[in-house]
């Protein structure tokens, strides 16, 4: 190995670590691509990370930032102006070589490139497109590429990002603005609203054009536990992303603390439990129907329930909607029983069309028929108000240990 491979390595240990707080890594998207013969497999290794597609597939992408250098002061981020950490910087030319190589040693199928800010935010955006610009027009590159973008940038900038990646994003950092002007005052809530709202313009204008920008859509991320925010907070402030800008995504961190901490912070992280419960409660904002406050009061104080999830959760305040009939219930209803997933719900609708379901019908259509069952009627099981069991909880309830998404 000569200097220059010792160099870009020691530089992409530093850098693939530096990403590692970053939790919108996400492809949904992308295309597989098959190893060809005599071709190594997916791997781990400095700057690998595992993500998930919509359908389960498991791929791998090269996660990097291009320089953790930076302007900025954020009191929650390892890389801020004041912290005391090792920097280090790719060059444009680096990070695609970097890519390159590991894309035809089929160790990746794409990358997610970030960065901190070097010298002004449209310096630093226009480093990033120059990676995915080379990479596409330069080299055929036809991998997944995800790069976040920086609201400060020039409009102009950020379209031109749209042009070459897959996906495109933009945290928004905190739930809250006060949140944003306690612990990161040099950004602003508006700036990165406008920012998402353009880009989300250009998503549906290319959609209407037939033409291509950011296929993958949009997606945001936000730290937990940082500032006094609640879940009612974090959720509502997800629904009007959701609403407004059409994201794909909206990725929760849980606050990890950092070395040489601001005052500000708090000492310990949130529980992780809290990050994986509000992770559930965005699938029932995006696919199940609820609403940001019907989820908050399934818990207490605007804190969802750490040991159950808030599908059960809502389930069990709201007892006197149970139970329902899975052969004449409307689907919105079947959709907030326990147990019951939204593939097995329309499975439900359409058998029922042509038999009365029983038991033992929706036990083969749905694997959580032991949690569905108090809240069901079929056509051999009518519950004698097991909602009104003092003990139904408990019953129902997985062992402290399991955090599983629920169905």
């Known amino acids: 190995m000569n200097i220059m491979d010792i160099l870009v390595a020691k530089k992409l240990r530093i850098l693939a670590d530096a990403a590692k707080y970053d939790a919108s890594c996400s492809s949904s998207g992308s295309k597989g691509r ?3 013969e005599g071709a190594i497999g997916s791997t781990t290794g400095s700057g690998i990370c595992h993500s998930y597609t919509p359908d389960g597939r498991c791929i791998s992408l090269l996660k990097i930032l291009l320089t953790n250098y930076c302007l900025f002061d954020c009191a929650y981020c390892i890389n801020r102006r004041s912290s005391n950490v090792q920097r280090a910087r790719f060059t444009v030319e680096e990070v695609v070589s970097l890519t390159l190589g590991f894309y035809k040693r089929n160790y990746i199928e794409g990358l997610f490139l970030s960065s901190g800010i070097i010298k002004t935010p449209d310096h630093t955006m226009e480093e990033l497109v ?3 610009r080379s990479l596409r027009r330069d080299h055929g590159f036809a991998g997944y590429i995800h790069l976040k973008t920086i609201p400060e940038a020039s409009p102009w900038l950020i379209e031109q990002a749209g042009l ?9 950092e905190l739930p809250t603005v006060l949140g944003l002007k306690a612990l990161a005052p040099e950004k ?5 609203a406008a920012a998402m709202g353009q880009m989300n313009e250009r998503m549906i204008e290319a959609k209407e054009e037939k033409r291509r920008f950011a296929p993958a859509g ?3 991320q936000m730290i937990v536990g940082a500032d006094a925010a609640t879940d009612e907070m974090v959720l509502n402030t997800s629904a009007s992303l959701y609403g407004n800008f059409r994201l794909r995504r909206v ?8 070395p040489e901490a601001s005052s500000v912070l708090p000492v310990k992280a949130p529980p992780l439990r809290r990050e994986n419960r509000l992770y559930q409660a965005d699938w029932l904002l995006r696919y199940y129907g609820f609403s940001a406050p019907e989820i908050a009061s399934s818990g207490e104080g605007g804190m969802l329930d750490l040991d159950i999830d808030p599908k059960l959760a809502w389930a069990l305040k709201n007892r006197d909607r149970f139970p329902v009939d899975v052969n004449t219930g409307e689907r919105e ?4 029983v326990p147990g019951l997933g939204a593939r097995a719900v329309d499975k439900i609708i359409v058998a029922r069309r042509h038999t009365a379901l029983g038991l033992d019908d929706i036990r083969r259509l749905s694997p959580g028929l032991k949690r569905a069952r108090p809240f069901l009627i079929t056509r051999d099981h009518s519950p004698a108000r097991l909602t009104d069991r003092l003990d139904l909880r408990e019953r129902l309830a997985p062992p402290p240990t ?3 998404l629920f169905e």
Not at 164 to 172: E, K, P, Q
Not at 188 to 192: A, L, R
Not at 333 to 336: A, F, I, M
């Open 34 to 36: 098959k190893a060809g």
């Open 130 to 132: 120059r990676v995915a």
């Open 164 to 172: 070459w990646a897959d996906r495109l994003s933009i945290n928004v």
């Open 188 to 192: 602003d809530g508006g700036t990165i």
């Open 218 to 220: 949009q997606s945001t």
């Open 251 to 258: 990725y929760y961190s849980a606050f990890s603390p950092i």
């Open 333 to 336: 209803l079947l959709l907030r």
């Open 402 to 404: 399991q955090l599983g």
